[in-house]
């Protein structure tokens, strides 16, 4: 029986890439490293059959021993721990007899390093990046400086530093969100947060002037990145490349920071959220304040082009963009701040609306 060892079960991720893992391929023996019997119980009640060992990023015996015994290991729990990454490929690197497949989850956050470095927050970079044509750009040019570059590098060099028994891919994702389908944490951080602190500030905001695009992505059509690589691996690598060239953007389009701020307002002003229709510019210390690092979750560029995955993978989103979703991540995010009521509320006629934000 093909055997699976995944990290991060219970995260946004990790947990939805479990759930179209497991629905997908209900045969694969799963193996889950959780960090307490709290979060392991939530892997249980979901998937009884998954068998739990615990452990946190820095418990490397463990890593390199399960990672010893798996077909495939899917890496969902940190993008940037060097150490748990190394224990993946030491792990692999001990398996005698057929060779081994290590899927990272990294991110696109890497693509920031030009903004950082300047410190350009809220304007326009016209760079877009691909992995299929100039995948070298983002492999070998990038700075080791960046975000997640670390760790990208370690399982980069793990087919070279092995041939033959180590095949990697890395998997970056750009803003995700959308409903998270795993055991535990179900909603992201970009879109949320910033939903979150225009309700809680009353007006609305964007970084600077707002011009800085990412892409985006529904967690769903995510995970449909790690079936489609879990079924190239079950197929002795199928038509997936891997190694050096097993990097794969995950996008659905761009997303304009402004326009999101923008409409986020617009929704919550009109649901009578909030007092003011009017969206304002915010520094980076601002934004810092209202959500850690909120001046690059919000004010940076990240623009990538997923050819990869589409042309050898045959994988295409699905969903809905996210600026078509945001009338419901605004109910939600009204919901959890208690400034509108549940369906079963508003079906019983209670008031619907309290305490509108003011800004602050």
């Known amino acids: 029986m093909t055997k699976l060892f995944i990290t991060g079960a219970t995260g946004y991720i990790g947990g939805d890439?479990?759930?179209?893992?497991?629905?997908?391929?209900?045969?694969?023996?799963?193996?889950?490293?959780?960090?307490?019997?709290?979060?392991?119980?939530?892997?249980?009640?979901?998937?009884?059959?998954?068998?739990l060992v615990y452990g946190n990023l820095d418990s490397t015996e463990l890593i390199t021993t399960e990672a010893s015994k798996a077909d495939i290991v899917l890496h969902c729990a940190h993008a940037d721990h060097e150490g748990s990454a190394n224990a993946i490929v030491a792990g692999i690197a001990q398996k005698e007899g057929k060779p081994g497949y290590f899927i990272h989850t990294s991110g696109t956050g890497i693509l920031s390093y030009a903004d950082y470095e300047i410190k350009s927050y809220g304007n326009y970079n016209e760079k877009?990046?691909?992995?299929?044509?100039?995948?070298?750009?983002?492999?070998?040019?990038?700075?080791?400086?960046?975000?997640?570059?670390?760790?990208?590098d370690i399982v980069l060099a793990a087919g070279t530093q092995h041939p033959g028994k180590i095949f990697t891919a890395i998997v970056a994702p750009p803003c995700i969100w959308g409903p998270g389908r795993g055991p535990d944490n179900q909603k992201s951080i970009q879109i949320y947060t910033m939903t979150r602190a225009i309700l809680k500030r009353g007006i609305g905001f964007h970084v600077g002037e707002g011009k800085n695009v990412w892409t985006e992505v529904h967690v769903?059509?995510?995970?449909?990145?790690?079936?489609?690589?879990?079924?190239?691996a079950l197929e002795d690598g199928g038509k997936a490349t891997w190694n050096d060239e097993g990097y794969y953007f995950a996008e659905n389009g761009d997303i304009l920071w402004g326009e999101v701020a923008t409409t986020i307002t617009k929704i919550a002003y009109e649901k009578k959220l909030i007092n003011s229709p009017n969206v304002d510019n915010v520094s980076p210390e601002k934004a810092d304040e209202m959500q850690k690092s909120g001046s690059y979750l919000w004010g940076m560029n990240s623009r990538c082009r997923a050819i990869r995955a589409r042309k050898l993978l045959t994988w295409e989103p699905k969903q809905k963009s996210v600026l078509q979703s945001l009338p419901e991540i605004v109910d939600g995010e009204a919901r959890g701040l208690?400034?509108?009521?549940?369906?079963?509320?508003?079906?019983?006629?209670e008031h619907g609306i309290s305490d509108v934000g003011v800004r602050s």
């Not at 877009?128 to 990208?152: C, F, L, M, S």
């Not at 769903?220 to 190239?232: I, K, R």
């Open 220 to 232: 769903q059509d995510l995970s449909n990145v790690f079936v489609a690589l879990v079924n190239a």
């Open 338 to 349: 208690g400034r509108t009521k549940g369906h079963a509320a508003q079906a019983s006629g």
């Open 17 to 51: 890439a479990l759930y179209a893992i497991a629905s997908a391929y209900p045969n694969l023996s799963i193996t889950a490293m959780v960090r307490n019997s709290d979060k392991g119980a939530k892997v249980a009640s979901q998937y009884p059959k998954i068998r």
């Open 128 to 152: 877009i990046y691909d992995d299929w044509d100039n995948i070298e750009d983002v492999t070998k040019r990038i700075p080791v400086t960046a975000i997640h570059k670390n760790v990208d």
